[in-house]
T-cell receptor, first 114, second 112 residues
Framework: RKEVEQDPGPFNVPEGATVAFNCTYS??????FFWYRQDCRKEPKLLMS???SGNEDGRFTAQLNRASQYISLLIRDSKLSDSATYLC???????????????FGQGTELSVKP | NAGVTQTPKFQVLKTGQSMTLQCAQD?????MYWYRQDPGMGLRLIYY???????DKGEVPNGYNVSRLNKREFSLRLESAAPSQTSVYFC???????????FGDGTRLSIL
């Protein structure tokens, strides 16, 4: 089983749609959670951190369920510019024998159409 | 505001050649990382340096070596390049290990 699993997509949605991405992780000791965005042939860019209480940044809302080891990202009112691959990322920075690595999911591709 | 700078951006090598990929960050981050990204595989950690003076293996370290030259710079060396090392290589840095990382533009490496 992969440490971080995502639906690879692609998700094809019209402009203005609401789209949700899901992610599960296997290491219950994980302590840091992020969503990254990667445009074609470009570097990944940090979109937002994910906190247990849930957090929102404009049209983007991230949720974390530690009990179910599940992370989600909701994008409201999709724009053409939202087209990209969204990477779910899980890390542990307090467990030194694990080296504090980030584990990246393979990503979910989103294509927003006019 | 450079962030993380990688050089070169593109490189073609012949099997058996050696080369060093350079990475520098100007954010005073403690931790630095090297990843490779292949189609269908996602990002895989090659080596990382939690702080200046330390380096550790990641998921796929074979065929690579690293040097944390100082707090700013973290280089990746291929001693004897193989076609299986054809990939896009990303360097990243973070304030502390396990925190959100900032990535360089990537180095596209082809080995013939």
């Amino acid at each position: 089983r992969k440490e971080v699993e995502q639906d690879p997509g692609p998700f094809n949605v019209p402009e203005g749609a609401t789209v949700a991405f899901n992610c599960t992780y296997s290491n219950s000791a994980s302590q840091s959670f992020f969503w990254y965005r990667q445009d074609c042939r470009k570097e990944p860019k940090l979109l937002m951190s994910v906190y247990s209480s849930g957090n929102e940044d404009g049209r983007f809302t991230a949720q974390l369920n530690r009990a179910s080891q599940y992370i989600s990202l909701l994008i409201r009112d999709s724009k053409l510019s939202d087209s990209a691959t969204y990477l779910c990322v899980v890390g542990s920075f307090m467990i030194y024998n694990q080296g504090g690595k980030l584990i990246f999911g393979q990503g979910t591709e989103l294509s927003v159409k006019p | 505001n450079a962030g993380v700078t990688q050089t070169p951006k593109f490189q073609v090598l012949k099997t058996g050649q050696s080369m060093t990929l350079q990475c520098a960050q100007d954010m005073n981050h403690n931790s630095m990382y090297w990843y490779r990204q292949d189609p269908g595989m996602g990002l895989r950690l090659i080596y990382y340096s939690a702080s200046e003076g330390t380096t550790d293996k990641g998921e796929v370290p074979n065929g690579y070596n690293v040097s944390r030259l100082n707090k700013r710079e973290f280089s990746l060396r291929l001693e004897s390049a193989a076609p299986s090392q054809t990939s896009v290589y990303f360097c990243a840095s973070s304030e502390i290990k396990g925190a959100g990382q900032h990535f360089g533009d990537g180095t596209r490496l082809s080995i013939l």
